[in-house]
């Protein structure tokens, strides 16, 4: 029933998190050291991603306020809070990041990760991809799936650096070895069009299908386009790989949460 209840409460208001564009968001509590012109207008949300709290205007309360003290004061309520929109409280993960030493504490990939999504989404600072694909760079340098795809992502499209395909193929291979679904999506891509590597839609057709199968709903259409260019054996052989990749991605993250 919890279930029911909290898929129906995600369904009825849809929000996507504005720090790392997560659909997975809840609505969170009022607590008692929320301010008052918050409650007053705003409903507050928890991304269950990033865990990032945030608030967002609540139509309801702003139609019931503008009826009872007039839209004027409404209006002027809605202003003082837009400048501290997203002044809100994050959990422990995300609270290793200071909004007011913007450099981290500490070197490790995670941290870093923070930093570049900052700088995609102006968090407390001000946008800049060549900051965050600076960011990008350390993390997967640091090991982070997410940085080396988005790094990787950076270099393929020159965003904040300088394109590079060839770099942009090397920082995708690492993050889709590591089981990243999006990472390996893009990988198939890379070979299904030369980008970086030769032409190759047998190798395609293998990364298509494991990011299919971590519900990648693109790389099930690429992967099943594919099918018919190839010949029997090569699909036989490339679904036998797969499997095989599968198990050794999910040998690996299990000895690294050890």
Known sequence: MAKQNEKHELASDVQICPR???????????????????????RPYRCRACHLRYWEVSPVKVVVYTI????????????????????????????????????????DGATELQMGLRYVIGDGVVKSPKEAASWFEKAA?????????????????GRGVLQDYNASFHWLEKAAQQGHPQ?????GQLYRAGIG???????????FNLAAAQGVGEAASARDSLVWQLEPNQVSAMQ???????QAIAVKASENTK
């Open 20 to 42: 790392c564009s997560a659909p997975e968001v809840r609505k969170s509590i009022l607590h008692s050291r929320d301010g008052l012109l918050h409650k007053l207008a705003y």
């Open 68 to 107: 009872l003290i007039g839209p004027a004061l409404v209006l002027s309520i809605l202003w003082l809070l837009t400048t501290d929109r997203f002044a809100s409280e994050t959990s422990a993960e995300a609270k290793q990041i200071s909004t007011d030493n913007i450099e981290p504490v500490k070197e």
């Open 141 to 157: 340098n640091h090991g982070s799936a997410e940085g080396q795809y988005r790094y990787g992502l950076a270099l393929q499209e």
């Open 183 to 187: 990472a390996q999506y893009s990988y």
């Open 197 to 207: 590597v030769e032409v190759d839609r047998v190798r395609a057709y293998l990364w």
């Open 240 to 246: 036998a790989e797969a499997r095989r990749l599968s």
